[in-house]
């Protein structure tokens, strides 16, 4: 039973507009949630975290809004720029390991 | 060096033969992990070493073993694979919880293909 999901395996945005990734999970006592991008040929990148205690959290171009009684993450991008083009996984904390889910990739188009 | 390394970046071996991956580490962390990533599946976690002992093993299959020498330093022993076992193999490093938070930093893998 996948605990982590991420359910459009990909999205295709311009550049200069806004990216939304979507992240649902199912075990409400996960601690923190974390979104890490990966190129090809490259290991994940870590990107952005959010504790289970916020709502959310801003680091630049990207903020990652948590929903916890929808049981759901976001990860927003603005604006997109074509270096942004990869794939994104989201990866829930559970006590001490990372649950991750299947990814999506993104691609920013000019 | 920075960040985390892994050697080789690409295996190509038989059914028969003995490998290892290496992955170094130079973040000063004090847990290790060996993660799988098949296509179109979630990153899969391996094993996890904290302080140099081994505190997780997801029911891997014996064919894989690892070794975690000291805590900048983490192998995976590979013999008798299956053509199934080809796959990228990710080793990640951070610090234990008790010091740090969740982040979990990863090396660039090694693309390992079973003949």
């Known amino acids: 039973d996948q605990q982590v999901k991420q359910n459009s395996p990909s999205l295709s945005v311009q550049e200069g507009r806004i990216s939304i990734l979507n992240c649902d999970y199912t075990n409400s006592m996960f601690d923190y949630f974390l979104w890490y991008k990966k190129y090809p040929a490259e290991g994940p990148t870590f990107l952005i975290s959010?504790?289970?205690?916020?709502d959310k959290n801003e680091d630049g171009r990207f903020t990652v809004f948590l929903n916890k009684s929808a049981k759901h993450l976001s990860l927003h991008i603005v604006p997109s720029q074509p270096g942004d083009s990869a794939v994104y996984f989201c990866a829930a904390d559970n006590t001490d390991k990372l649950i991750f889910g299947t990814g999506t990739r993104l691609q920013v188009f000019p | 060096e920075t960040g985390v390394t892994q050697t080789p970046r690409h295996l190509v071996m038989g059914m028969t033969n003995k490998k290892s991956l290496k992955c170094e580490q130079h973040l000063g962390h004090n847990a290790m992990y060996w993660y799988k990533q098949s296509a179109k599946k979630p990153l899969e976690l391996m094993f996890v070493y904290s302080l140099e002992e081994r505190v997780e093993n997801n029911s891997v299959p014996s064919r894989f073993s690892p070794e975690c020498p000291n805590s900048s330093h983490l192998f995976l022993h590979l013999h008798t694979l299956q053509p199934e076992d080809s796959a990228l193999y990710l080793c990640a490093s951070s610090q234990d919880r008790l010091a740090g938070g969740p982040e979990q930093f990863f090396g660039p893998g090694t693309r390992l293909t079973v003949l």
């Open positions: 959010i504790s289970s205690i916020k």
